[in-house]
Every structure is written in structure tokens, then in C-alpha cells.
């Protein structure tokens, strides 16, 4: 069988790594092209397009995939197959349509739940005690196609987005080869995917990592780890941007008053830093100054005495 994986995010990579290990005859590899990032703004390929090419895979790196050329492109390869994972491309109807097997998706939630674009940060910061992978025939919708086979994985109040990438990133490679090993009798027994009970993940923006600490501390801890350790949630005092990683909720002493004014003051306990919330405090243990290695918070505030009473925005 001839397959054609697609996939960008690091999450996406386990699958393809099990296809290959588990002898699939991948045949092309698409992928997001290489962007820039970090200080330097250095151009870097997906960890997928190096693994790809790393096999000696052939790789694409459309801008879209709507174009007839595109179409003509994927037609040629003459797949039986596309698996899907994380890729971040529209894939279009002519398209979905030239696979004899169609597309398989390997989605980072328990569908209806969190269709879109970051269901595994939209899982943490709404509190969710599970999530899951759910393998899926893809049809026009977004993540709306019929269920091949679903399994679920706990949250707790400490998980962040990269432990629960991992995990789920485990299990979906683990489904994905399970379900090529019964391919035919899976997607004829497929169900349809319910409607009702689906949300939406949207794409994260810089923006939408800003951390609100007039939210209570289970909101704003929340916040931290759906976004720890990358692309981290992130708040600035003194012209300094920082990027919050760990947290943990403390009780407030009985003669400290939290009030409307000093709601995101930093303030030093025992060499430790802590900051206020609406309803509570938040030890910070673990934070990376914008330009600088991630760091203990207390390590930070050793060097940072300055900040201690400010306010963060």
C-alpha cells in the first residue's frame, strides 16, 4: 500500500516515525515549509521534513493545496492512502477524493470535542480531565469525518501541553499502525461523528498566550500549562517580557489581603516568587526571561530584586 503522510506539528512526528518502523511504503511526506524563528530569526524545517528526508522520503512544502497543479502533484504519486496529523493545510475535496482509501486523521482529541486547530491546549485550559486520539476518515468539514476508533488519556492540574503532546502523540502512533493492520474492516464500520457536545480549538496567536491575572488561580495555572513549555505564557513588568513555565496554587495568609490594586504584584517569600491572582496566589517555579534559558523562579528573583512589588501587565 502506498501512503502519504502529512503532518507539521512535533506531535505528528511519532506517526510517521511508527509507519516507518513498522514498514509502511511511505512514499511522500507533506509538510508546512520551513520557517523562521528564534532570536535570529533562523529558517528551520519541521522536525517531520527532517526525519523525511532523513529516510530518503520525498518531501513537499505547498502553501496550499488548492491550486490544480497541487492536485495534479498528489494524483501522480498515485497513493492509496494519506495519513493526516497535525498538518495545518486545508485539504480539499478533489483531493480527499483521489486516495483509494480516502485520508485518515489522527486527531488530538475525543471528537466531537475540540475540532480545530489546538485541541490539546484548548483541552488543558478548559479544565478537561481527559482527552484522547481519535482516528478519523476525513471528509470537506473541519474534523467532522466518521470514527474509526478512539481512546482516551487523563489531564491533571499539572499537566502541561508538552507532557500531554507526548502522550497523545505515543497513542496516536500506536492507533494508526493498529488501524492499517485492519484497515478495510475499520473504515466499513466506521461511526458518524455526533454533532452535538463539539467545540472549537482556535489557532493560538502570541496574543492569546498573554497571561490575565485577574483570572482566579486555577484559570491562570491553566493558562500557564496549556502553554508550557513552548510557546509559553507569557506577561512583562518593567519593560521585560517573561514567559511563566511551572506554577503551583498557594493558599493566601490570613493577613494578606488581595485587592483590585495589587492583582499580578510580584512579591518574595523565603527566596520564592510569588504572584497575585483575583482569588488567590500563584508560586512561580519555573519561568525564561525573554533571551534567556528557562530558570527557577526563585533563581530569577534573586537577580531581579527590583521587581519585587511591581505589578505585572
Excluded at 105 to 132: E, F, V, Y
Excluded at 217 to 234: E, N, Y
Excluded at 257 to 277: L, R, Y
Excluded at 287 to 303: C, E, H, T, V, W
Amino acid at each position: 500500500m502506498n501512503v502519504v503522510f502529512m503532518g507539521t506539528a512535533d506531535f505528528s512526528l511519532k506517526g510517521l516515525v511508527a509507519l516507518c518502523e513498522n514498514h509502511c511504503n511511505v512514499i511522500a511526506v507533506y509538510t508546512q515549509a520551513p520557517k523562521p524563528s528564534g532570536r535570529k530569526q533562523k529558517i528551520h524545517k519541521s522536525a517531520v521534513h527532517e526525519f523525511a528526508e532523513s529516510k530518503g522520503i520525498a518531501v513537499f512544502t505547498p502553501k496550499s493545496l488548492k491550486k490544480a497543479e497541487q492536485i495534479e502533484i498528489f494524483a501522480s504519486l498515485k497513493p492509496d492512502l494519506a495519513i493526516v496529523s497535525s498538518y495545518g493545510l486545508i485539504i480539499p475535496q478533489n483531493m480527499l477524493d483521489i486516495p483509494k482509501y480516502g485520508f485518515v486523521n489522527i486527531h488530538a482529541s475525543a471528537l466531537p470535542r475540540w475540532r480545530g486547530a489546538a485541541p490539546i491546549q484548548a483541552a488543558i485550559l478548559a479544565g478537561d480531565k481527559q482527552t484522547g486520539i481519535t482516528i478519523m476518515k476525513m471528509d470537506a468539514g473541519v474534523d467532522t469525518g466518521d470514527i474509526i476508533s478512539m481512546q482516551y488519556v487523563d489531564i491533571t492540574s499539572k499537566t502541561n501541553h508538552g507532557q500531554l503532546s507526548e502522550d497523545l502523540g505515543n497513542l496516536g502512533a500506536k492507533m494508526i499502525i493498529e488501524t492499517l493492520s485492519d484497515l478495510d474492516n475499520l473504515l466499513a464500520n466506521a461511526q458518524k461523528q455526533p454533532n452535538e457536545g463539539a467545540t472549537y480549538a482556535q489557532k493560538i496567536s502570541k496574543e492569546s498566550c498573554k497571561i490575565d491575572w485577574n483570572n482566579s488561580t486555577t484559570d491562570v495555572l491553566r493558562h500557564i500549562m496549556a502553554f508550557s513549555p513552548a510557546p509559553g505564557a507569557w506577561s512583562e513588568v518593567d519593560g521585560l517580557r517573561i514567559k511563566i513555565l511551572d506554577a503551583d496554587v498557594v493558599s493566601a495568609s490570613s493577613n494578606f489581603e488581595i485587592s483590585a490594586a495589587n492583582i499580578g504584584e510580584i512579591f518574595e517569600n523565603k527566596g520564592e516568587m510569588f504572584v497575585v491572582c483575583r482569588d488567590g496566589i500563584l508560586k512561580i517555579t519555573k519561568i525564561q526571561p525573554a533571551g534567556k534559558n528557562a530558570m527557577n523562579g526563585s533563581d530569577f528573583l534573586r537577580g531581579r530584586k527590583n521587581l519585587v512589588g511591581k505589578i505585572f501587565s
